[in-house]
């Protein structure tokens, strides 16, 4: 079982406002990958880190969001200014190594008003 | 680029039959897939992985082979259970290991 942890599970704001999500990677686990489900399931790939590195991340993420995996800290994602489209399920995984599977925390569901 | 095709979005079962979810790809990488199941507000688990060709991979009752001739790998159990209904999602490494997730496969099964 996956013991990737994510907080809040749930999360409200209202247009224009900030939303700060956080994940603990699974212990030994130097990749972490974030996700968007959105409300038809569908995955889109955010950021992903190598301890705390950037490694690769899409434009919406490096407009609106940021994120950063400091060392002995969580790892966290942000939305500066919400819309309602970025309603959704926020996903944080974290692998082992290149290559190996990825293990998924629960989720932040964020509902933006 | 790289993507995955899942054609079923809904399966419906009555316990105890077999049932086999699709799934197709497309990379220019050699291929590392992933089938992922998701129950109600629940995390993605990992059900099966394979990057090997015509090499059945199995695990709590659902089997999968990887063949890279087709482009394919489909889900199988022979007898379902109440308790696998659930989402089921194929997904595929590509660059930077970013997985590419299909559409999903909502799967349904009755008494």
């Known amino acids: 079982n996956s013991k990737v942890i994510q907080t809040p599970r749930y999360l409200v704001k209202g247009q224009g406002q900030k939303a700060k999500m956080r994940c603990i990677p699974e212990?030994?686990?130097?990749?972490v990958f974030w996700y968007q489900q959105n409300k038809n399931n569908e995955f889109k790939f955010l950021i992903n880190?190598?301890?705390?590195?950037?490694?690769?991340q899409i434009d919406m993420t490096e407009k609106r969001f940021s994120a950063e995996c400091p060392s002995n800290s969580p790892c966290s994602l942000e939305i500066q200014s919400s819309e309602a489209g970025d309603s959704a399920l926020y996903l944080c995984?974290?692998?082992?190594?290149?290559?190996?599977?990825?293990?998924f925390g629960p989720g932040t569901r964020l509902t933006v008003l | 680029g790289d993507s995955v095709t899942q054609t079923e979005g809904l399966v419906t079962l009555t316990k105890g039959l077999p049932v086999m979810l699709n799934c197709t790809y497309q990379?220019?990488?050699?291929?590392?897939l992933f089938w992922y199941v998701q129950h109600l507000n629940e995390a993605p688990k990992l059900l099966l992985k394979?990057?090997?060709?015509?090499k059945r991979t199995e695990h709590q009752g659902f089997y999968a082979t990887l063949h890279k001739s087709s482009s394919s790998f489909h889900l199988q159990k022979s007898s379902v259970q109440l308790s696998d209904s659930a989402l089921y999602f194929c997904?595929?490494?590509?660059?930077?290991?970013?997985?590419?997730f299909g559409s999903g496969t909502k799967l349904t099964v009755e008494p």
């Open positions: 394979s990057s090997t060709d015509n």
């Open positions: 997904a595929l490494s590509g660059n930077y290991n970013v997985l590419y």
């Open positions: 990379t220019t990488y050699s291929p590392f």
């Open positions: 212990k030994g686990h130097p990749v």
């Open positions: 880190f190598q301890n705390q590195e950037v490694l690769q």
């Open positions: 995984a974290s692998s082992r190594d290149w290559g190996e599977e990825q293990y």
